[in-house]
């Protein structure tokens, strides 16, 4: 069975489809099974095979963050009802009085969790450029318990230093939490390079089909674990047992498929490089994107996501390019198989003020595009088209 391979000596293809897994005890089933079940036998008070109520422990969702954990360099993965319910574990690590440091540039839902909820606790947000990792340290104080980034950033994609963070995080005793969503463990790891927490969105492309909503956290610090562990139990926002299968499916072809995205990506964003409908391109994989080398070191390739502007920067231009999209459906979310398109100020970060978008760059005319896994001759057609 492969938990008796040492799978820091497999690579990460490998990983994907065995990692932390063996075959169902019961039955030998490869796959593991969807344990729908609320509650568990016991053979006396308190003597049970393991699981006593599925809020606590579910044989399927132990499957899921047993594989997260073996992706992401890690040694326990804990799952959730949603990305946004993950995140919210990690702020119950914090106090009142605690402060936290942001990425300026990052998903609407986490602006609004931070300000709308856990302002009014006593917990002090900065949110900041981070494009240059230096220009945190004047902000850490002795109330700075962590720092938040994303990297690549929703809907920028500006790219942030993770192992410069790590290595002030550590200097200054502070939790680093890296949102790994857009890169995925299989282009970026960011335990490896020094963060405490890695946050997910399953619901994108771990799941992979748009048939999911789910977050996770991944961390490779035992008594770190133990306190997400009591916080997921004990606030009880756990991830289903049929969704952690959905998941654990998609982690399974989770390596081909960012590698089509990838190369998707790649060819779209040449594209509109060129194209004079089009302003501005923001796509990590393009030599003049800022940070593009800090990308090439801490990323193995360069992802699906990208976002540009309209070359007549407007409302109206964006959303009638949207609107004219066939093949790119306007859609919340990303990270399935099929291509969306988005309206970042209308959608996805509607919840930021405008003055607030705007400075990060979050203008009427950014259009957001999650490149999927079709043909990419039909995916660039339908961008003429739409552009023409």
Same mark, same amino acid.
């Given at each position: ?28 089933? &490869? ?10 036998? +016991? ?87 981070? #494009? ?37 995080? #550590? ?17 970026? +790891? ?31 610090? #035992? ?8 916080? +997921? ?88 390019? &949207?609107?004219?999209? #066939? ?34 760059? &979050? ?12 043909? &990419? ?12």
């Amino acid at each position: 069975m492969f938990n008796k391979i040492n799978q820091t000596k497999v690579k990460f293809n490998t990983k994907t489809i065995h990692g932390g897994q063996s075959p169902d005890l019961a039955y030998g089933s &490869v796959m593991p099974p969807i344990y729908q079940t609320s509650t568990y036998a +016991q053979s006396s008070p308190g003597k049970h095979q393991g699981f006593e109520y599925s809020r606590t422990h579910n044989p399927t969702r132990h499957a899921l963050e047993q594989s997260l954990a073996s992706i992401e360099n890690g040694t326990d993965g804990i799952t959730f009802g949603s990305g946004l319910a993950a995140i919210d574990a990690v702020m119950k690590l914090l106090s009142p009085g605690d402060e936290v440091i942001a990425t300026n540039d990052l998903y609407g839902g986490s602006y609004r969790l931070f300000t709308k909820i856990y302002e009014r606790f006593g917990v002090k947000f900065h949110f900041v450029s981070m #494009k240059d990792a230096r220009s945190i340290e004047p902000l850490i104080n002795a109330k700075t318990k962590l720092i938040w980034v994303e990297t690549p950033t929703n809907p920028m994609l500006n790219i942030i230093d993770i192992k410069a963070l790590a290595l002030m995080a #550590k200097k200054h005793a502070i939790l680093l939490t890296v949102d790994n969503t857009f890169a995925t463990p299989y282009l970026q +790891q960011p335990l490896d390079l020094g963060a405490d927490i890695v946050m997910h969105s399953a619901t994108k492309y771990l799941g992979g089909h748009s048939d999911v909503v789910m977050g996770a956290l991944v961390v490779k610090d #035992k008594e770190l674990a133990q306190q997400l562990y009591f916080i +997921q139990n004990a606030s009880g926002a756990v991830a289903g047992p049929q969704d952690c299968f959905f998941v654990l499916r998609g982690i399974k072809t989770l390596h081909v498929r960012v590698q089509r995205h990838c190369e998707n990506a790649r060819a779209v964003a040449q594209f509109l490089s060129a194209h004079p409908k089009v302003g501005r391109v923001f796509y990590p994989g393009l030599p003049n994107h800022t940070n593009h080398d800090i990308a090439k070191q801490q990323m193995s390739d360069f992802g699906g996501m990208m976002s540009f502007t309209t070359a007549a920067g407007t409302l109206e231009s964006a959303v009638k390019v &949207v609107e004219q999209l #066939k093949l790119f459906t306007l859609a919340e979310s990303l990270g399935g198989v099929e291509s969306l398109s988005g309206h970042p100020a209308s959608m996805t970060h509607a919840s930021i003020p405008r003055e607030e978008r705007e400075k990060s760059g &979050v203008t009427d005319s950014l259009i957001r595009l999650s490149v999927g896994i079709e043909d &990419v001759k039909d995916l660039l057609a339908d961008l003429e088209q739409a552009l023409s």
